[in-house]
T-cell receptor, first 111, second 116 residues
């Protein structure tokens, strides 16, 4: 059972453009929604996260938009840079150290 | 503060063998979670340990097991290896494993296991 569906699988954006990655979840027990960024050869690193009682969170060029009624959330990367090229994972969290991840989106930002 | 370390970084085994992977969490972190990452299945949760006790478990067969020591270091064992076990095995540590914004999971670089 895939509890978190992520789209698109891959995304190509020009430098300076906006990158948008979407996720939909099924498990209403999730109370924590992180986005992780992973570079080749590295483990995932937390980028930004949101709780379901907040509809939007912004940190620098990264914004999470959260729609609890639709059970959807998205990551927006403004002014995308070549250094943002990586794989992005959305996730849903419950207690006791378990994160359920989407399939990942490979983002390529062309200079 | 040192990050999460995993050893070894790369392993090559043959079918039927067993393997043990090691994870040292960030100092002060007591929760360690393990994940399997493959191109087809993405990141899948294996299990979580806190204070030497397994608190949570994913949907993996009993060939996958783990343990945690009193210093919070954790090991993962896979017995009777199958070709499909080839993957990147990641461990993540957090303070108490509450999966919330105040208790971020920090991932190690992973152990790349290849089963021939």
């Amino acid at each position: 059972q895939q509890q978190v569906k992520q789209s698109p699988q891959s995304l190509i954006v020009q430098k300076g453009g906006i990158s948008i990655i979407n996720c939909a979840y099924e498990n209403t027990a999730f109370d924590y929604f992180p986005w992780y960024q992973q570079f080749p050869g590295k483990g995932p690193a937390l980028l930004i996260a949101i709780r379901p009682d907040v509809s939007e969170k912004k940190e620098g060029r990264f914004t999470i938009s959260f729609n609890k009624s639709a059970k959807q959330f998205s990551l927006h990367i403004m002014d995308s840079q070549p250094g943002d090229s990586a794989t992005y994972f959305c996730g849903g969290g419950t207690s006791y150290g378990k994160l359920t991840f989407g399939q990942g989106t490979i983002l390529t930002v062309h200079p | 503060k040192a990050g999460v370390t995993q050893t070894p970084r790369y392993l090559i085994k043959t079918r039927g063998q067993q393997v043990t992977l090691s994870c040292s969490p960030i100092s002060g972190h007591r929760s360690v979670s393990w994940y399997q990452q493959t191109p087809g299945q993405g990141l899948q949760f294996l299990f979580e340990y806190f204070s030497e006790t397994q608190r949570n478990k994913g949907n993996f067969p009993g060939r996958f097991s783990g343990r945690q020591f009193s210093n919070s270091r954790s090991e993962m064992n896979v017995s009777t290896l199958e070709l499909g076990d080839s993957a990147l095995y990641l461990c993540a540590s957090s303070l108490i494993g509450l999966a919330e914004s105040t208790d971020t999971q920090y991932f190690g670089p992973g152990t790349r296991l290849t089963v021939l």
